[in-house]
């Protein structure tokens, strides 16, 4: 009989899909698995998902997985779980542990008062000395006060707080505990003290005894319960470690754990993150400040809202049954295209934007259209629109931090040969991919392997289980155009921002 192989599960509730994947002790996938999700829009700007839908979708993903590595041929002996997911999004329960409503999402942007009233009682010397961020909509604070202000009758239900990631926990283990990577996304938690920031709590009236525990990316925070581990395919008392944020769990999968190293994710939305050993918060909080799931470190991120998702919108006006393979067509076309798609400039903020404006009423736009533009001209344009988006955020990152010697990409904008070489072309960066795995699923198998003993250490994980498969280099005659270009984006949003306040 085959000796089992020691495994971890990753599982990333993300907002499209929840995705789940077994990695063994060396590194190799051995089965994953993908369920897509839809996202509800009750009214415009709000964007919601009902927990018990994430807990359907990560049963039915972890058991697809796990099946999947068995059907290879593999007797897997599971030894930990990681869990990662969508930052931001509330999940409110009451005493007996159930969903009060659906919830609101980082992407929901109906918190708009909420974000004044917190500015005004903390101003912003206050939340860069304590949250280090700016109260922003996605995050989850305003959420509460949302939920206080506008249905007084489920908040008088409300008895705990929780991230999307620790739902599933929730429900895997019945234990309320969440970890500082994730923490740091609610505008509740001090990033400097990596703990709740009674401070903040107090001055909003937010008891802080609707916050879960805050435990290490990789301390044991459980054991999966015997009825929830019924149908799952893996075993009662397995353990769970804290895992992390998406975006923290996605810097592991791809290795980006120590200064030096950013990371380049091109997903629904698009994040550039870059590791920092000490805090740095920006002045004007045009980048975020987040607790790294490594220990001792932190990092900077930018982000933009609308980055895959810009090129979903064009595809499904342009080939709306088409499915993903609508995608390689789409971008087989645009690469045929030269760079700056024909004079045609592309404004990425069709849900309002974050990074660098922190603009929830900033809208989309092309800017330079003629007759003779053509779709690949149309993709192109949104393609090289939000790696221009991404670039502020670059240098942003290169104010802060300093040089950036590689950009390691993950997410959609890592699987296109176009996506990959427009980021080499635009930041003047050579770009890497990395394998086996990638992602923040990686990446929380990674941290359930260091839970439970595999490893000493996230980098000593990272540097056993990853290696570079591709090094894509800019080139240096695309560098120059696009610097001429991306000089014409920057003057875009302030050209036009005075539209976005016109009422039709």
Not at 286 to 306: A, E, K, N, Q
Not at 411 to 417: A, F, P, T, V
Not at 437 to 466: K, N
């Amino acid at each position: 009989m085959a000796k089992p192989i020691h495994a971890f599960l990753g599982v990333d509730v993300g907002t499209s899909a929840v995705k789940a994947v077994v990695v063994g002790v060396d590194g190799r996938m051995l089965g994953e698995a993908r369920f897509e999700q839809v996202v509800d829009s009750p009214r415009p700007a709000w964007t919601e998902q009902h927990p018990d839908i994430w807990w359907q979708s990560s049963r039915a993903a972890i058991s697809s997985a796990m099946e999947t590595a068995r059907l290879e041929g593999h007797t897997i002996e599971l030894r930990g779980v990681g869990l990662t997911g969508q930052m931001h999004s509330a999940v409110f329960l009451d005493s007996a542990g159930q969903v009060i409503r659906p919830a609101p999402l980082w992407s929901d942007a109906r918190t708009a008062p909420q974000c004044r009233e917190i500015t005004d009682k903390l101003g912003q010397s206050g939340l860069h000395d304590t949250v280090g961020n700016l109260a922003l909509e996605g995050f989850t604070a305003p959420k509460i006060l949302w939920l206080r202000q506008s249905e007084p009758a489920n908040y008088a239900r409300l008895k705990h707080v929780m991230l999307a990631k620790d739902y599933v926990r929730y429900r895997l283990t019945g234990e309320l505990a969440t970890d500082p990577s994730d923490a740091a996304g609610t505008l509740l938690f001090d990033v400097r003290r990596r703990r709740w920031s009674r401070e903040v709590a107090e001055a909003l009236e937010i008891s802080v005894d609707l916050l879960p525990e805050v435990v290490g990316s990789t301390d044991v925070s459980g054991i999966v319960g015997a009825g929830a581990a019924e149908g799952l395919g893996i075993p009662a008392s397995t353990p769970i470690v804290g895992g992390a944020a998406d975006n923290a769990a996605g810097a592991v999968g791809s290795g980006v754990v120590e200064v030096g190293r950013v990371l380049s994710s091109i997903g629904t939305s698009g994040t550039l993150l870059a590791p920092i050993d000490r805090v740095r918060v920006d002045d004007r909080m045009r980048l975020h400040t987040f607790c790294h799931c490594v220990p001792d470190m932190w990092y900077l991120m930018g982000v933009i809202l609308s980055a895959g998702n810009s090129l979903r919108w064009l595809r499904n006006i342009l080939l709306p049954s088409g499915g993903d393979d609508a995608y390689t067509t789409l971008t087989s076309e645009a690469a045929t295209v030269p760079p700056g798609a024909e004079g045609l400039l592309f404004l990425p903020y069709l849900t309002g934007e974050r990074t660098p404006h922190n603009d929830p009423s900033a809208r989309g736009a092309f800017s330079g259209l003629h007759l003779g533009h053509t779709r690949a001209d149309l993709v192109r344009a949104v393609m090289e629109g939000v790696c221009f988006a991404m670039h502020d955020s670059l240098e942003l990152v290169r104010e802060l931090h300093g040089p950036v010697p590689e950009i390691r990409a993950i997410g959609g904008g890592s699987r296109s040969d176009l996506w990959l070489q427009l980021q080499a072309d635009i930041y003047s960066v050579p770009v890497v991919t990395v394998g086996p795995g990638s992602g923040p699923a990686y990446g929380a198998a990674a941290l359930a392997a260091v839970g439970t003993g595999a490893f000493g250490s996230i980098a000593e994980a990272t540097d056993a289980w990853l290696h570079i498969e591709r090094t894509i280099e800019p080139n240096p005659e695309r560098v120059r155009v696009y610097d001429d270009i991306y000089g014409a984006f920057k003057e875009l949003y302030p050209a036009i921002k005075p539209t976005f306040s016109r009422k039709t």
